[in-house]
């Protein structure tokens, strides 16, 4: 018998879960995004989780595990064609540090977890003469630390290829917000302001917009919304496609895509909502910082496009999945902060394994959805 089930949230979480699902011939996969606010669309790109210093081992061993998962996936998803390099390119990492010996200890740091990780790759601290050689533009005087495992995508494009393929094998999308999820007899009700729909399970991927659709339900979660913008710059006819990822000290890392265009971002805004306006002082400030840092050839160059997203956190940046408790046939990810893209395509496979009831990859113990998602209460009245 066919299996319906509906896809909340079309981020990298959700259109990686929905492309795995539309895989099954006796799966229907029906995929709702409102598609505002979205932090995938929004990322900055980066794919080097390795060298953080974040003491939290259950956070490393899912970015871990969603960074090397990256390039099998894209291989299953081409399905034999090259992965395209406007999606995801594996172009190396450099890391700055403003002291000598931070990156001797970052190196030996990256050596010991290559242990367990060699998609890290090469790792080496180059010089600013070796920089150069990588980055032309580089006018710093600093070294930095190379790991050439570190790779960058392009979120907008990747999600835009995972539910090009999941139409192809049959799943519908429908672009409108869903306001309201109800249990019912048999699997669950999900409404549109158009619409209600019978669905026999639901994947909600809806990072920080979660608590709209579960708080009326009577539960409590733990989530907060960040707001993060960064700036596009256009260098001219500089040939940028094959740079790697930059991140000098501080907030504001650097991301060469195509043709000349840098990323630059992005910021941590705590106290914004899901307010999405642009600061552009905020962001201009943000380049020069990147000038003084890296490059005096980001002061002539343009700021041609910026972007805003939400990124989602619980209160100790853990970030978790799994079914929604005390509500049959619905499973949830949420709080993937600022790695999201890093591990959502894996943590999309995973929700889409429960949702067909087979076994995770990683131990669901270790992201605890029931303690970031609390019943607290009967529904409230819903009009
Ligand atoms: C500026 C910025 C830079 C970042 N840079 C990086 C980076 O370099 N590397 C990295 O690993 N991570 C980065 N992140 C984090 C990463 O982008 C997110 O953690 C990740 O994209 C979250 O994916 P998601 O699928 O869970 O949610 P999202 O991509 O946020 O998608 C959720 C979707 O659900 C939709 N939605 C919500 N409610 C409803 C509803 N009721 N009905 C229908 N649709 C709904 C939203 O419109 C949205 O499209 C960055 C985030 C930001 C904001």
Redesign the pocket.
Known sequence: MTKKIAI???????ASAAYYLSKEKDIEVTI?????????S??????SPWLSRRRNQKWYRMVKAGAAFYPEFLSEVMDGEPIPKTVYSKVGTLLFKSKYRHLEELLEIGRKRREEAPEIGDLQILSPEEIKLKVPIYTGELSALWASGGAKVD?KELVNLLIEKATQNGATFIQE??ENLKPASSGVTISTVQTAYAFDSIVL???A?LP??LEPLGYELDLRPQK???AILQLQNTPTAAWPVIMPEGESDIIPFEDGRIVI??THENDKGFDLEIDSSLLASMVEDSAAQFSTHFEQATIVDY?S????YTSDFSPYYGPVPSLPNVYA??G???????A?PLVGKELALLAMDQETQLPLSDYPIEHYIKKINGSKKQD
Not at 336 to 342: R, Y
């Open positions: 909340v949230g079309a981020g990298v979480v959700g709702f995004d409102e598609g505002i606010g979205q932090g995938t929004a990322a900055a790109g980066i794919i979120g917000r869903v991927a809806v990072a917009w709209t659709l993060g913008q960064l971002g992005a972007r997203g939400t990124r989602a990810a949420s993937l902060g600022s790695t999201g893209l890093t959502g």
